[in-house]
Every structure is written in C-alpha cells, then in structure tokens.
C-alpha cells in the first residue's frame, strides 16, 4: 500500500507540504522529535553539503546533464541532494514557516530585484511588427 502510494506521489511531483508531512510521521514513530531541534537539523544539513559536494571535489567542472558520470555516481547524487533537501524542508516546518509561500515570494523578490533584459520583454507579436 504504502508503495503505491510513493508512486503515485513521484507521478504528480510531490509537494512541499507533502514532504514535510512525510518527515513529520519518520520522526514521530521514531521518537526521533526530541534530536529535530532547529541547530540539529542545521547542522545536519550543512553536514549533507558537505557530503553532496564530495561527489564533485577534484573532478574539476563537469558537463551540464553529467553524461560521462555512470549510473551510480547519478543515483549517489540524487541521494545526498535528497539529504540537503529533506532537512532543509524539516528546519523550515520545525522553524514555522511556511517554505512553498516564502519560496514563491522570494522568487518575486529576485525577479523585481533581477529584472530581465528589455528585448526579453518584447512580445511575439510585439517582435514581428518590428
Ligand atoms: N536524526 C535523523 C537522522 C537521519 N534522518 C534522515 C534525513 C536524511 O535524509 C537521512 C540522513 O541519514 P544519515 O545520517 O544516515 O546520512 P546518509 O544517508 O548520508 O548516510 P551516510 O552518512 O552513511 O552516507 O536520514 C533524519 O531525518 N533524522
């Protein structure tokens, strides 16, 4: 049961909020609660960082797409990514806030502050009256 339902989760993009759900319930029937302190989960992040970028220490800059990586080194990838991800989610819910509203206000943010290149802006209309 519990398969499916991770499936059918990676068939619709699972969500924020859903994630965080998730860890709730791993930490809950663990006890785990009591070591999901604020600096704990930081610092298990930035422990994660570490161990993500391990995985492209001295390999000098690697092509977009890593397509000379083998199959193994991607999936070893995509674990320690998860790991930063996970406890970043669980500081944010265990910090009280609410990451899918601060990520979509901090992306306006960056926007206003970044605009874009005025041609960018220009419609397809706009551009074949030209
Ligand atoms: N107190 C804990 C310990 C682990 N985890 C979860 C979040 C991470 O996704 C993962 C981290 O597990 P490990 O500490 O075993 O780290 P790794 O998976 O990176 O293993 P290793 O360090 O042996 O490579 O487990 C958690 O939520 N709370």
Request: net charge negative; glycine share 6%; with cysteine.
């Amino acid at each position: 049961m519990a398969a499916i339902r991770d499936a059918e989760d990676e068939d619709r993009g699972i969500s924020l909020k859903d994630l965080s759900q998730k860890l709730q319930e791993f930490a809950e029937v663990r006890d785990w609660e009591k070591y999901h302190t604020p600096r704990n989960l930081l610092l298990a992040m930035v422990g994660e960082v570490g161990e993500l970028s391990e995985i492209f220490q001295w390999k000098g800059e690697v092509k977009r797409g890593l397509e000379d990586w083998d199959e193994s080194e991607k999936e070893h990838l995509g674990e320690e990514l998860s790991d930063v991800l996970l406890y970043l989610i669980r500081l944010a819910d265990i910090c009280g806030i609410d990451l899918s509203h601060a990520v979509l206000n901090k992306i306006i943010k960056n926007a206003i502050k970044y605009p874009p290149p005025v041609h960018s802006c220009i419609t397809k209309e706009q551009s074949s009256s030209l």
